[in-house]
C-alpha cells in the first residue's frame, strides 16, 4: 500500500468511523495547514458519505507563532470570537466536528509565558460555548491526529526530518489499524469490544481494582454509582461517533478516599515540558502519602503539591498489553496515543460521564485543577475486582483481559 | 533579491498601501492555502503595524472540486453561511479585510455548470452582507494576487510548470513595483499621481474625451455630474486604502447616449473561456450599430446583445502607456492586472461611485446585466478633452499623459 493509500484509508476512518457523519450534515474539519492532503481525502469522503456541505477551517503554525513575535503587548488579550461563536452557531445547528492536531510541541519556544497564557485564557473564555457543545455531545465529533514534522521530531529527535516523519506516520498507520485489510471493519468489531467490556465491568459493579506486578500492590476503590466508558459514544443527535482515534482504553471514576497500596510507573511521564521517570508513591486513604522519582522528583511533588485534590486519583483506566500503541513501544508525547499504551491512573480532576447524574463529591468524586495521566500497566500486570462483599475475581492476567 | 525578499515586499504593500491596516484593528486574511508563504509574511507586517489579531481564513482549490465531484445533488443550494454572517459582524465591528485571489482558471474544468451555477448563487445570497459592506467600503480593504500553478499555466501555456509559475511571479513583482529600491514609497507616489490626476479631470469637468489612434476616432460624452476615481479610496472608518493591487487606472462614467464615431481594439478580449480578437465597432448616440472582429465575432456579437445596455458604455478608464502592466506586454487572464495594461472602455453597467450621488439614468448612467472592459489605448493613442464649450485641450499625446 503507497503512503497515499493509507492516508486515505485514515482519512475514510475518521468520517466513517471517526465522527460518522450522517447523509444530509454538514461537517466543520479544524486542521493544521499541514495537513491539507489528509483534509482534502476526508472532504471526498465526507462527501461521499452524503455530507451537504465540509468546511474546513485551517489554522497555520507559523500564522500562531508570529503573533508572539510581532504583535503589541495589547493584542494578546484578543481572540477572533465572532469566527468561534458562527461555529457554536453551526454546531447548535446540527453540523458534525472533526479535528485533526498535530502541533508542534515547541512551536512556542522562546515565547514570553505571560503573553502565552493571556492568549490561550482569551481563547479559551471565547470558545466556550462551542467547547460546551463538543463536551456535552450536542453533536457526533472526533480528534485525530497528523505526522507534522514538528511533532515527528519531538518524538524521534535523533532521527533527520523526513525520516522522523516517515517513522511517526508508520505508528500512527498501525496504532490506527490502517494497515489491517479492513479497517472499517477493524475499528467496528474494536468499538464493539470495548463496548463489551464497559458492559460487563458495568455489570460487575466492582467496589475496588486490584493492581500487582512489579513494585505495584495497589487497591482502588471505585466511586458509588461509578460508569465504564470507553470506545464509542452515541451523542445527542443520535449518531453514535468515536471520540479519540486512536482509542484502546476502558476508564471509569476511583473513589477519591478510598485508594490504598504501592504503584509504580511503568512509563515516563512527560508533563509541562519536563520528563519524570521512575515514579514510586504508597496511597494512604486514597490520598498520596510518600512519593519517589529516580527522575524530575521534585517536578512530580510539585505536581501532586498543586492542590488537596492533586494528590488524589480522578481515573482509572484499563488497556490490554496487546494494544497497537502498547505494541509500538513509542512515547508520543501526545495524550491521545499515549494514554492508550497501557493501564493508568490520573491524578486530579474526575469525568462527569463516569458517575450517574455526573460529578459528585459524596459519592467519591475528585476535583482539582489538574488532570495527568501515568502508566502503570505492563505485560506483568495482574488486575482483580474485588465486590462489595469481598470476593476476587480476576479482570486481567499479565496485561490481558481475561473478563470482558 | 531573492524570492522570498520579494514576498516579503508584496506582502509589507499589502499590509501598508493595500488594507492598510491600523493599530488596534483586527486583519481577516481570505486566502488559497496554496499562498500560505505569502500570508504568513503579511501576518507577521500586519502585526508589526499594530493589528491586535490576524485571522486567515484559508480555502483550498481541491476541497472546492470535490464537492463538484463527491457530493449528492442536494448540496449544491448550501454554503457556510454561519461564517460569511461572522464575517460580516466582524466587519461591521472594524475588522480589515485583505483578500488573496489566485485560483486555477480551470478548477472546475468538466464539472456540471447547473450545479456550478447553483453554487455561486448560495454563496452569493449567504455574502451578500459581507459583500455589501466592503463594497460600500464600511472598512479599509484590499485584492491582492498569488501565483498559483493553475493561474501560471493559463497565461504561460506552453511553459513547464514551474517555469510558468516563476514567469508569472516575476511579472507580477514588476507590475507590483516590488522591484524598485522603496516599494512603500513608490506606491505612496503612485497613489499620490493618481488622485492628482483625478483632481485635475475633476476639476476640468470635460464634457467629452476624443480618442485617436490607428483604426479609432471616437468621441466619449461624459455623464452629467461625472467623477473621476482611481487609486487610494478613504473608506468609511477614515482609513485609506488601495482596494486593488495592482492599480494604474483613473476611471469615470460616459454618457449612456452621447458615444460617436469608431474604435479598435489592442489587445484580445477574453470573455467566458472566448478569446475575441481585431474588434471594430461603430457607435452612433451611444449605442453600437456596427460590430466586427477578425476571431470570435459571433460570441462578441452575443455579447453586446445581451441586453439594451450591452451595446451602450458604462465606463471609460485612462492608463499610460508606461503603465508596468502594459509593458510586461502580458495577458494575464485576471482582470485584476489586465484592466490596467491600457486605456479602455466597459460595455454594459455604470459605476456607481462615478457619479454624484449614484447611478441616474436620466443624467447618461448606463444598465446592464454585464460590464466587459475591454482595450483600446496604446503608444500611438491620443486623448483630448473637450469642455462643454467647444475647446480642445489635450490629455494623452502617445499614450502618455500631458494632462494630470
Given at each position: 500500500m503507497t503512503q497515499d493509500e493509507k492516508l486515505d484509508r485514515l482519512a475514510e476512518i475518521a468520517v466513517k468511523i471517526g465522527v460518522n457523519v450522517q447523509k444530509g450534515q454538514e461537517l466543520i474539519v479544524n486542521a493544521p495547514v499541514d495537513a491539507r492532503a489528509l483534509v482534502q481525502r476526508i472532504v471526498a469522503h465526507a462527501y461521499d458519505a452524503g455530507a451537504t456541505l465540509v468546511v474546513p477551517l485551517f489554522v497555520d503554525d507559523v500564522v500562531q507563532r508570529a503573533r508572539f513575535v510581532h504583535?503589541?503587548?495589547?493584542?494578546?488579550?484578543?481572540?477572533p470570537a465572532w469566527l468561534y461563536e458562527a461555529m457554536a452557531k453551526s454546531v447548535g445547528d446540527g453540523a458534525a466536528v472533526l479535528t485533526i492536531v498535530g502541533s508542534?510541541?515547541?512551536?512556542?519556544?522562546?515565547?514570553?509565558p505571560a503573553r502565552i497564557g493571556r492568549a490561550q485564557r482569551a481563547t479559551a473564555a471565547a470558545m466556550k460555548p462551542v467547547r460546551n457543545l463538543i463536551s456535552s455531545f450536542a453533536t457526533n465529533w472526533s480528534i485525530l491526529s497528523f505526522a507534522t514534522p514538528g511533532w515527528a521530531a519531538s518524538v524521534f529527535p535523533d532521527e533527520p526530518r523526513d525520516a522522523a516523519v516517515a517513522k511517526l506516520w508508520d505508528a500512527i498507520f498501525a496504532v490506527s489499524r490502517v494497515d489491517q485489510p479492513d479497517p472499517v471493519r477493524a475499528w467496528r468489531d474494536h468499538a464493539a469490544t470495548l463496548r463489551r467490556r464497559c458492559d460487563v465491568l458495568n455489570e460487575k459493579r466492582f467496589a475496588a481494582l486490584r493492581f500487582r506486578g512489579p513494585g505495584t500492590d495497589l487497591r482502588v476503590g471505585l466511586a458509588e454509582d461509578h460508569r465504564w466508558a470507553g470506545g464509542s459514544v452515541e451523542s445527542r443527535n443520535g449518531t453514535v461517533c468515536l471520540?479519540?482515534?486512536p482509542t484502546e482504553e476502558v476508564f471509569t471514576m476511583p473513589h477519591k478516599m478510598k485508594v490504598e497500596g504501592v504503584v509504580s510507573a511503568t512509563k515516563p511521564l512527560v508533563n509541562g515540558g519536563a520528563l519524570i521517570e521512575g515514579i514510586w508513591v504508597r496511597f494512604e486513604a486514597g490520598r498520596i502519602v510518600e512519593a519517589q522519582a529516580s527522575k524530575g522528583q521534585d517536578v512530580f511533588r510539585a505536581l501532586i503539591g498543586?492542590?488537596?485534590?492533586?494528590?488524589?486519583?480522578g481515573e482509572v483506566a484499563l488497556v490490554p498489553e496487546a494494544s497497537p500503541v502498547a505494541q509500538?513501544?513509542?512515547?508520543?508525547?501526545n495524550t491521545l496515543f499515549d494514554e492508550n499504551a497501557a493501564c493508568h491512573i490520573a491524578l486530579g480532576q474526575a469525568l462527569s460521564l463516569n458517575m450517574e447524574g455526573g460529578c459528585d463529591a459524596a459519592r467519591g468524586a475528585n476535583e482539582s485543577l489538574i488532570h495527568v495521566d501515568w502508566m502503570i500497566g505492563s505485560g506483568q500486570m495482574d488486575v482483580d475486582g474485588i465486590t462489595a462483599s469481598g470476593a476476587v475475581e480476576p479482570v486481567m492476567r499479565a496485561g490481558a483481559f481475561t473478563l470482558g
Open positions: 504583535a503589541d503587548e495589547e493584542s494578546f488579550d484578543f481572540s508542534d510541541p515547541m512551536l512556542l519556544a522562546g515565547c514570553d471520540p479519540n482515534m498543586t492542590d488537596e485534590g492533586a494528590a488524589r486519583l509500538s513501544g513509542l512515547i508520543f508525547r
